[in-house]
């Protein structure tokens, strides 16, 4: 079973759209992580959990926001997307937030035409 | 200016032969130093990680070298197989950023059979 689910895995949108990026982890963990990848730039740091409170942000832009209902759920909402959005998006999960190893899931493939 | 840099872009090799896969990092308060492969269409899986405590980690045919003052690190690969074939991220966090990894660009190791 998947430990890590992302949905969708893949997701066509248009430009000046909003979507909502989907994960939930079943590891137990207690920190989650939002990292970005796309053939420009190398896999990117964007946002990090832990026990839902957000703890850095590395994304300059507004649009992105994460969002924790649950401790094991970390979403990713983008509004007014744009081309230049589209990526990979992988979410990643560890036991805390202190260098443990770090765990992604299968990614949502995004586009943005 | 980018924080982790890895060399070379791209390497092959002969099945059988060693890869040799290389990091460098800026920030000295970098200390830990996973390593992640990623196969295509996949998403990135830990392979093997080291902290500056120690100047080499091993695991099977995967040796992590190390050197803090040059802030230097490798990676080895020995009796290279063709399902080592990837692209592989050097990534490093410190121990402020909560936990964020930075990831170099990677190499993509191709081994010929």
């Known amino acids: 079973d998947p430990k890590i689910i992302q949905k969708p895995k893949y997701l066509v949108a248009v430009t000046g759209s909003e979507k909502i990026l989907i994960c939930e982890q079943y590891l137990g963990h207690n920190a989650m992580y939002w990292y970005r990848q796309s053939a420009k730039k190398p896999l990117e740091f964007m946002f990090s959990y832990s026990y839902q409170k957000l703890m850095d942000n590395q994304t300059a832009s507004s649009r992105f926001q994460p969002q924790s209902s649950k401790k094991n759920h970390l979403d990713l909402q983008i509004t007014a997307l744009k081309p230049d959005d589209s990526a990979t998006y992988f979410c990643a999960s560890s036991q805390d937030a202190n260098q443990d190893t770090q765990y992604f899931g299968p990614g949502t493939r995004l586009l943005v035409l | 200016q980018q924080q982790v840099r890895q060399s070379p872009q791209s390497l092959t090799v002969w099945e059988g032969e060693t890869a040799i896969l290389n990091c460098s990092y800026e920030?000295?308060?970098?200390?830990?130093f996973p390593w992640y492969w990623q196969f295509p269409r996949e998403s990135p899986a830990l392979l093997i990680a080291i902290r500056p405590v120690s100047n080499k980690k091993e695991d099977g045919r995967f040796t992590i070298f190390f050197n803090k003052r040059e802030k230097k690190l490798s990676l080895h690969i020995t009796d290279s197989q063709p399902g080592d074939s990837a692209t592989y991220f050097c990534a490093a966090s410190g121990d402020s950023g909560y936990n964020k990894l930075t990831f170099g660009k990677g190499t993509v190791l191709l081994v010929s059979p």
């Open positions: 920030d000295s308060t970098f200390d830990y």
